[in-house]
């Protein structure tokens, strides 16, 4: 292990380990004191973030902060990295790949930017993040371009798109058709229509797949369907014949978390398999849905790394992305403000967590949303939420996730709303995905201004969707 | 398809009506601009505050003990410090304050009232669960009440060795929803000692009359439990699993 090493304000510091350095130079958050990984004063950060800019990044390709042999997440990373991807930055240190980085996205290059992310591991991409302020991270991550799709298409320029969650404490139909109306005449929806079942069970998920692929022939919406089930509980619903566009499962950046979750990577490649059997895509073909969140292999206590030594959150969270790119994805998400205060602690550091999330994504070349939400025990509230949405929508964030009225009944936290996302777009200037916004066209639900109308209950577009609640 | 084609009259005054009364969910707000209206965004701020104030009020033993005439009640805070450390310190709420003295108490079970992440929770519905609780315990031998502050469900553990119990109950504030800051969890975990798993426990959560499970049926239901767990000589997924529990 190389101990590394600096002086700042009189102080030496040294640094043990990889791990060590980058979870010293992290911006402070909470549960990376809980790990017992965090700088201990702000000068020891400052003076980890000088030693980590004075890194060649090609380190990371040597010296891991997971161990090859115990973990297949670092396998992964380390076998399917790219050398010619990685050649234009191979000689640079990791402060010198931010500077590059910036001067790309200033000069708007969006294909020198872009092109990097097979060549890129997780570790090079949260070592840069973190020398990086919450503009940087903006400026840089709206130049990753990332386009994917099924039957829209998402991540194009100046499309902001969104998930449609219309949640349920008991599943039920007329309640989550409820929320899905509401959605679709606020124009959610374009990114997917994404449940997460009350219950995880193979009739449920049917049934639930059936009920919004029902809403989504039934008017020619031109969006997805997902029902958030276990990937194992979505493979009993494809022996079963259901209607599956996207499987889903949450990913984490260790093999032990994973493990936690109940998946492996092989587990994820015949699920995949399945769904692409079936041919359901338009546009596109992209048929897997993952959600991650930082802290999560810390609260599975799946968080060590070389030598047993506790790795930082956003680091791990980075590698939760490598495994979410080895299978194409249509969309990932960070649910960034969910797991808890034990984590996130406060509208500061959801707001740091959600944009470097965003930025390590999109380096990395995955399409990339977030969960802008909290808990009433975090300190945070929608003024929080409110700017954490607007930066990511100057960020380009391909998705953001939606539910009525701020308020999901079923798993008990606030995100966005959909109004939210309205404001997010006109403030913005920004529209929904190409193929549903022609489809608000078609439902009179476009203004000729482009926004999305607000009709009323009696207006024949309203009673046209509401009459899908009818059996 | 033509947006007309599904307009054939019979929705009603109002085709949101059906709709709303399936799902709690805030549906058809309606709007302001692209906002919410005032009376609707006031409707939230006003859920969340609630929430808010449910877990950052602070517990109030006098309250509690006056609920509980006559009952010897010990008092106890875990390891974290105040409410901003407990809230990012799970591990400090689990553990007991330094310098924490409890006598072995030469009973059988133990019930821990612990502020959790709803103090609120606890005033409001401690007592009447502990009343109910105790009206059904005959054949337990009982310790005094442990009031714990800033507290998670595992401290019961270190209580419950240091107390020499054969079982400690947990009740415990429930993290507050935006419509339900109040409600009460209870955990049974038998032998208590530090490093017990949640699956070594039994829960019963939302106890909150009227809106949630009434003091009774919540105390019938940890009862049978702890009968179950005494037979089986162990809590969590094996006695989930085992006893046939009404309610």
């Not at chain 2, 049974?188 to 106890?207: F, I, K, Q």
Request: charged share 20%.
């Amino acid at each position: 292990m190389t101990v590394r090493r600096t002086t700042l304000g009189g102080h030496t510091f040294e640094f043990a380990s990889l791990a060590d350095l980058l979870a010293r130079a992290t911006p402070h958050r909470s549960g990376d004191v809980l790990a017992g990984c965090a700088a201990g004063s702000a000068a020891e950060r400052v003076a980890a973030q000088s030693v980590l800019a004075d890194l060649p990044l090609a380190t990371f390709l040597e010296e891991q902060v997971v161990g090859y042999d115990e973990d297949d997440v670092t396998r992964l990373i380390l076998d399917t990295h790219d050398r010619a991807a990685f050649a234009p930055v191979a000689s640079l240190t990791v402060g010198e790949f931010r500077d590059r980085l910036l001067a790309w996205a200033a000069a708007g290059d969006e294909p020198a930017i872009s092109a990097l992310a097979p060549g890129l591991t997780p570790e090079m991409v949260a070592a840069v993040s973190k020398l990086m302020r919450n503009a940087d991270l903006v400026a840089v991550g709206r130049r990753a371009r990332v386009v994917t799709g099924f039957r829209s298409t998402i991540g194009l320029p100046g499309r902001l798109a969104s998930r449609l969650q219309p949640n349920h404490p008991t599943d039920d139909p007329l309640g989550v058709t409820a929320s899905i109306l509401d959605g679709l005449l606020h124009g959610s929806g374009d990114a997917v229509i994404g449940i997460n079942p009350a219950t995880d069970s193979p009739a449920q998920t049917v049934a639930l797949l059936e009920l919004v692929d029902a809403v989504i022939q039934r008017y020619g919406i031109p969006t997805q369907s997902c029902v958030l089930a276990h990937v194992t509980t979505t493979l009993r619903a494809l022996e079963r014949g259901a209607p599956v566009d996207l499987v889903f499962q949450s990913v984490a950046g260790t093999q032990a978390a994973n493990r936690g979750f109940g998946v492996t990577l092989d587990l994820l490649a015949e699920a995949r398999a399945g769904a692409l059997a079936l041919g359901r895509g338009t546009v596109g073909r992209d048929v897997m849905y993952f959600e991650t969140g930082q802290g999560s292999a810390l609260s599975a206590d799946a968080h060590r790394g070389v030598d047993g030594r506790p790795v930082d959150q956003q680091t791990l969270e980075a590698r939760a992305y490598g495994v979410a790119r080895h299978f194409g994805p249509l969309l990932v998400n960070t649910v960034v403000g969910f797991i808890g205060p034990e984590y996130l602690y406060d509208g500061k550091q959801v707001l740091r967590a959600g944009l470097e999330d965003h930025f390590c994504g999109k380096l990395l070349g995955l399409p990339m949303g977030v969960d802008v939400c909290y808990t009433n025990h975090a300190e945070v509230d929608p003024d929080d939420t409110d700017a954490l949405m607007l930066l990511l929508g100057a960020a380009g964030c391909s998705f953001v996730i939606a539910v009525p009225g701020s308020d999901d009944v079923m798993l008990h936290y606030q995100s966005l709303s959909f109004s939210d996302v309205l404001t997010a777009r006109q403030v913005l200037g920004l529209r929904p995905a190409p193929e549903f916004e022609e489809w608000l066209a078609r439902m009179d639900l476009l203004g000729p201004d482009g926004r999305v109308r607000d009709l009323p209950a009696d207006a024949p577009t309203t009673r046209a969707l509401l009459a899908a609640a009818r059996p | 398809m033509s947006v007309h084609e599904g307009q054939d009259g019979h929705s009603g005054p109002d085709p949101w009506a059906a709709l709303r009364s399936a799902t709690r969910a805030r549906v058809a707000l309606g709007r302001a601009g692209d906002a919410l209206p005032t009376s609707r965004e006031l409707e939230f701020r006003a859920a969340h505050a609630v929430a808010r104030d449910a877990v950052h009020a602070p517990l109030d033993p006098v309250r509690v003990r006056a609920a509980l005439p006559g009952l010897e009640v010990l008092e106890v805070r875990s390891a974290a410090a105040d409410r901003a450390e407990y809230l990012q310190r799970p591990d400090l709420g689990r553990r007991l304050a330094e310098g924490t003295a409890l006598p072995s108490a030469g009973a059988d079970l133990g019930i821990v009232i612990a502020d959790g992440l709803s103090p609120r929770a606890v005033h409001e519905h401690a007592a009447g669960l502990v009343t109910a609780l105790l009206a059904r315990l005959a054949g337990w031998s009982v310790a005094p009440l442990v009031l714990a502050h800033q507290a998670r469900v595992a401290l019961g553990d270190e209580i419950g060795a240091a107390l020499g119990l054969r079982a400690v109950v947990v009740l415990v504030g429930e993290r507050p929803g935006l419509s339900s800051a109040d409600s009460l969890g209870v955990y049974l975990t038998w032998d208590p000692r530090p490093g017990r798993v949640d699956a070594e426990r039994n829960c019963v959560s939302n106890v909150r009359p009227p809106h949630g499970l009434g003091y009774e049926q919540a105390a019938s239901t940890v009862a049978a439990l702890l009968a179950g767990a005494r037979e089986l000589g162990a809590s969590g997924v094996a006695l989930k699993d085992e006893a046939a529990l009404p309610g």
